[in-house]
């Protein structure tokens, strides 16, 4: 890891998420959503999402725990500093979006909690956004934007892996290895149950939509 650099609690680097563009990871999403809507970003990071969401009309929350992230949201952006599985607003918004893979996170409990989050805080008959890992995964090696992107599979053990992403910018690099689980359709759709949520369609083979299940679920 460069020396002072600011990173977030994760190890994410702030200027690698600076320079990463919107586009193409966002694209399912800006795709399938219009203005006027409220959004809530859980884990926001830079606001790559958000900034964009605000600049095209949507009233958009950023939510994220670390500071060193959220200081670079567009000002129109409500920012919250808070770990998502705290995360206790008063209010429900049209769209939650919950990028970053997030439910691949190694604990199964504390993943489930993020979809909970997201049941706490969507409105009836909104949407949900969830990002995840492709059940295909293999290395690759890319350049989105100005950073170049490379990720290795180290050790796959069943349904969990092993990995390190390395990020390069300018003349520094930031190599992250991580502990994640992969997650079918069949399991993905057994924790939105578990929190509430009812699968909708299928974006991309990373991205999905879900919405609250009004007629099970406690959450909503």
Known sequence: MNAQVAV????SPVDVYRALPVEPEFRPVLE???PP????????????LANDLVQRGFTVTGVDESRSMLKHLNPDVEAIESR???LRLDRRFDIVVLASHFVNIADPAEAQSFLTAIADHVLPGGAVFVEHYDRMLSDTA???GEVHVEFRVLEVRGNEFDGRVTYALD???WPQAFTARLLDDEALRAALTEAGLRFRSR???SWLVAEPDLAGATNV
């Open 32 to 34: 399938s959503v219009k």
């Open 84 to 86: 998502i599985d705290q």
């Open 8 to 11: 977030a609690p994760d190890g």
């Open 142 to 144: 890319a350049k989105v």
């Open 171 to 173: 003349d520094r690099f």
């Open 37 to 48: 809507a409220s959004v809530l970003d859980l884990g926001c990071g830079v606001g790559r």
């Open 203 to 205: 974006l991309s083979s």
